[in-house]
């Protein structure tokens, strides 16, 4: 279990780079530190679970059970917490969407970014295409379409206009 956290947690944090523009918080690679944190503490947790059956020690195993019992109260209050503040979590990222959303003009890395978020997680804009037509790089293009980045992969001929909703 515990090198499967650690994988989950470096995974988490080598995925952050791709993303680090929608994430202006560089307190978002916390969750993945502490996954990894979590992961070191579960592998000496279960030393001392192993070494205390071998010793067969009442005492070890009573911390043993202590310590799983405080690792089970503090994934249920994750959880909790988790549940609780889903809806702040999803307006931050949001608001900071649209804000990267708004500085697109097709050249600078934030379009870069843009344009492979929306490659890699098939979509287009921060909830659907229609997004694209307050952003400034809408409006000052003049062709009422949006990043051919917003194309379906499948599409060749795709132009990215809003007249074919059905080519995004």
Same mark, same amino acid.
């Given at each position: +279990?515990?090198?499967?956290?650690?994988?989950?947690?470096?995974?988490?944090?080598?995925?952050? *780079?791709?993303?680090?523009?929608?994430?202006?918080? *560089?307190?978002?690679?916390?969750? +993945?530190?502490?996954?990894?944190?979590?992961?070191?503490?579960?592998?000496?947790?279960?030393?001392?679970?192993?070494?205390? $059956?071998?010793?067969?020690?009442?005492?070890?195993?009573?911390?043993? #059970? +202590?310590?799983?019992?405080?690792?089970?109260?503090?994934?249920?209050?994750?959880?909790?917490?988790?549940?609780?503040?889903?809806? *702040?979590?999803?307006?931050?990222?949001?608001?900071?969407?649209?804000?990267?959303?708004?500085?697109?003009?097709? *050249?600078?890395?934030?379009?870069?970014?843009?344009?492979?978020?929306?490659? @890699?997680?098939?979509?287009?804009?921060?909830?659907?295409?229609?997004?694209?037509?307050?952003?400034?790089?809408?409006?000052? $293009?003049?062709?009422?379409?949006?990043? #051919?980045?917003?194309?379906?992969?499948?599409?060749?001929?795709?132009?990215?206009?809003?007249? @074919?909703?059905?080519?995004?």
């Amino acid at each position: +279990a515990a090198a499967g956290l650690s994988y989950v947690g470096g995974y988490v944090i080598n995925t952050y *780079k791709s993303y680090d523009n929608f994430l202006q918080d *560089k307190y978002a690679l916390l969750p +993945a530190v502490i996954i990894i944190c979590v992961a070191v503490v579960m592998f000496i947790i279960g030393l001392i679970g192993c070494c205390a $059956t071998f010793r067969e020690s009442r005492v070890g195993l009573g911390l043993f #059970l +202590a310590i799983i019992l405080v690792i089970f109260i503090a994934e249920v209050s994750a959880f909790v917490l988790g549940f609780v503040y889903r809806e *702040k979590v999803k307006t931050d990222v949001q608001g900071t969407m649209r804000s990267v959303f708004e500085k697109y003009d097709g *050249k600078n890395p934030e379009s870069t970014v843009v344009d492979y978020l929306q490659e @890699q997680l098939h979509c287009c804009g921060v909830k659907n295409y229609s997004d694209w037509t307050t952003t400034q790089w809408f409006n000052s $293009t003049g062709n009422n379409s949006v990043p #051919l980045s917003c194309c379906r992969q499948e599409m060749k001929n795709c132009t990215g206009r809003l007249d @074919q909703p059905q080519e995004l």
